[in-house]
């Protein structure tokens, strides 16, 4: 069973910043590519961001230039720092492997409100 914690999100106002902290077990940190995905109010999950085990990062078109994901591979954190925040941003924000996510964490995860 994986172990997950994340931490991060609230609320800030359009233009402003947020960080998202998520821990994951040491065997499932360095056996998989990891992402953040989001969830929108009445709109489908999208993948936002992933970072390979490698280090190898890709962003969605939506967040290039404002998001940046990291990893500490000393305290099997994937981390995502989120610049110039939008309305659009708003969401549910949760860690999984990725792409395939492993386990739910829909409905779950981190709260990002951003008000214009």
């Known amino acids: 069973q994986v172990q997950v914690v994340e931490s991060g999100g609230g609320l800030v106002q359009a233009g402003g910043s947020l960080r998202l902290s998520c821990t994951v077990s040491?065997?499932?940190?360095?056996?998989?590519?990891l992402g953040w995905y989001r969830q929108a109010p009445g709109k489908q999950r999208e993948s936002v961001a992933r970072?390979?085990?490698?280090?190898?990062?890709n962003y969605d078109d939506s967040v290039k230039g404002r998001f940046t994901i990291s990893r500490d591979i000393t305290k099997n954190t994937v981390d995502l720092q989120m610049n110039s925040l939008k309305p659009k941003d708003r969401g549910d924000y949760c860690c999984?492997?990725?792409?395939?996510?492993?386990?739910?964490?829909w409905g779950q995860g981190r709260q990002v409100t951003v008000s214009s």
């Open positions: 970072i390979s085990v490698g280090g190898s990062t």
């Open positions: 999984n492997r990725s792409p395939k996510p492993r386990y739910s964490c």
């Open positions: 040491r065997s499932f940190f360095t056996s998989n590519a």
